[in-house]
């Protein structure tokens, strides 16, 4: 296993502009999760994908967010109109059921600073 | 809906003593998992350990062990033999027994070992 990649590391934006991460999955992992991060505070839940079909969505996932996966490979999460309180760690999880199926394993995250 | 309360933000520990850290959840459910994981400084997260609700024996993994009391509903982590690689950000997990398995963080443990 190669782990679970994310893209970019770091990014800094200015308020107001759309910012998109990229997430790749392990290879043969059809499930997929976003969470976020705050300083200080264990991750939240934002959305979830099994294959390519995203099956949940949190209430802190607002209109300005979107995740996609197309195919079932790797998933996206935009963020439109970036807010200062947009600023986290997100965090991309996948897991299996064919191996061990309650654990997630985690990407390194993206780590957003809105300016 | 569930939630995870770790209440100790920071501990400390001298390198090869036992030290233990604290979690309580609150459910409805029944049939559920709890996890502790680790976030090393500027690292990825990973899974310590897991343990199913439905079984009454407490999880062990090399050094690592939990004290599950469902009618408690309390889920402690015991380090033992502390090294100086342990030192990072604890966090207790819960997970629903369902389709999607997402997970519920606690506020995380931040654990310090002492050379």
């Known amino acids: 296993d190669t782990g679970v990649s994310q893209d970019p590391r770091h990014k800094i934006t200015k308020r107001g502009q759309n910012v998109t991460f990229r997430c790749d999955p392990i290879s043969e992992h059809n499930r997929l999760y976003w969470y976020r991060q705050t300083l200080g505070q264990g991750p939240e839940f934002l959305t979830y994908f099994q294959n390519e079909a995203q099956l949940e969505k949190s209430r802190l996932l607002s209109d300005r967010f979107s995740a996609e996966r197309p195919k079932g490979s790797f998933s996206t999460l935009e963020i439109q109109r970036t807010e200062q309180g947009d600023s986290a760690m997100y965090l991309c999880?996948?897991?299996?059921?064919?191996?061990?199926?309650?654990?997630?394993?985690f990407g390194p995250g993206t780590r957003l600073t809105v300016t | 809906a569930q939630t995870v309360t770790q209440s100790q933000p920071e501990m400390s520990v001298q390198e090869a003593e036992t030290v233990t850290l604290s979690c309580t959840y609150d459910?409805?459910?029944?049939?559920?998992?709890l996890f502790w994981y680790k976030q090393p400084p500027s690292r990825q997260m990973i899974l310590v350990i897991r343990?199913?609700?439905?079984?009454?024996q407490n999880a062990t993994e090399n050094r690592f062990s939990v004290n599950f009391q469902k009618a408690a509903k309390s889920f402690s982590l015991k380090i033992s033999d502390s090294q100086l690689g342990d030192t990072a950000m604890y966090f207790c997990?819960?997970?629903?027994?369902?389709?999607?398995?997402?997970?519920?963080f606690g506020a995380g443990t931040i654990l310090r070992v002492k050379s």
């Open positions: 343990q199913e609700a439905y079984k009454q």
């Open positions: 459910t409805s459910e029944n049939n559920y998992y």
């Open positions: 997990a819960f997970m629903k027994h369902e389709y999607g398995n997402k997970l519920v």
């Open positions: 999880a996948s897991s299996t059921e064919l191996r061990t199926p309650l654990e997630q394993y």
